[in-house]
T-cell receptor
Framework: DAMVIQNPRYQVTQFGKPVTLSCSQT?????MYWYQQKSSQAPKLLFH???????NEADTPDNFQSRRPNTSFCFLDIRSPGLGDAAMYLCATEGGGYNEQFFGPGTRLTVL | AQSVSQHNHHVILSEAASLELGCNYSYGGTVNLFWYVQYPGQHLQLLLK??????LVKGIKGFEAEFIKSKFSFNLRKPSVQWSDTAEYFC????????????FGKGTKLSVKP
């Protein structure tokens, strides 16, 4: 089945230690998103790619970076995680019109 | 500013009760409307969507929603809830058909008592 895959599902890191979360998709969609979701809150858009064009939200901290080496893969790099960065990180894709987004299962990040 | 409001933070119902979750959005232009569900420990799944046409849309698991343009609303309904409907429900609105412009409401947690 076509899908959005996120690895790992759970990630533990130490305060200040860089961490990378990965997302892959088999939908061949040209748009990929990264969201941060904290407990009992709505997903918050961090940035998105339209093909290789990167679009950063104005309030996304510089601590968060992203890479998209090809259509299928997208990475979220957190350069120096703080305690406030502990959250669920959701990857989503969009394609085929009408702006419907397809979400992956998320990576729950714990910062010690 | 573009925004989406979900008025109920937490709804508690007994099984077989009827459900209606409110969603209102700002802005009067072109919108695409979505309801997503997030079961405990799981990822966001699309329940239903509205792009155009019949304003009453039917989704999965017996859910439906009605788009009322004059009220800027897209309320979610189900005639008879089940314990398995316990989840968080998010209304989301895409403004203007552009990428990166999906605005989520804060979500409504639904607890269904068996």
């Amino acid at each position: 089945d076509a899908m959005v895959i996120q690895n790992p599902r759970y990630q533990v890191t130490q305060f200040g230690k860089p961490v990378t979360l990965s997302c892959s998709q088999t939908l061949n969609h040209n748009v990929m998103y990264w969201y941060q979701q904290k407990s009992s809150q709505a997903p918050k858009l961090l940035f998105h790619y339209y093909d290789k064009d990167f679009n950063n939200e104005a309030d996304t901290p510089d601590n968060f970076q992203s890479r998209r080496p090809n259509t299928s893969f997208c990475f979220l790099d957190i350069r120096s995680p703080g305690l406030g960065d502990a959250a669920m990180y959701l990857c989503a894709t969009e394609g085929g019109g009408y702006n419907e987004q397809f979400f992956g299962p998320g990576t729950r990040l714990t910062v010690l | 500013a573009q925004s989406v409001s979900q008025h109920n933070h937490h709804v508690i119902l007994s099984e077989a009760a009827s459900l209606e979750l409110g969603c209102n959005y700002s802005y009067g232009g072109t919108v695409n409307l979505f309801w997503y569900v997030q079961y405990p420990g799981q990822h966001l799944q699309l329940l239903l969507k509205y792009f155009s046409g019949d304003p009453l849309v039917k989704g999965i698991k017996g859910f439906e929603a009605e788009f009322i343009k004059s009220k800027f609303s897209f309320n979610l309904r189900k005639p008879s809830v089940q314990w398995s409907d316990t989840a968080e429900y998010f209304c989301a609105v895409n403004y203007g058909g552009s990428q990166g412009n999906l605005i989520f409401g804060k979500g409504t947690k639904l607890s269904v008592k068996p």
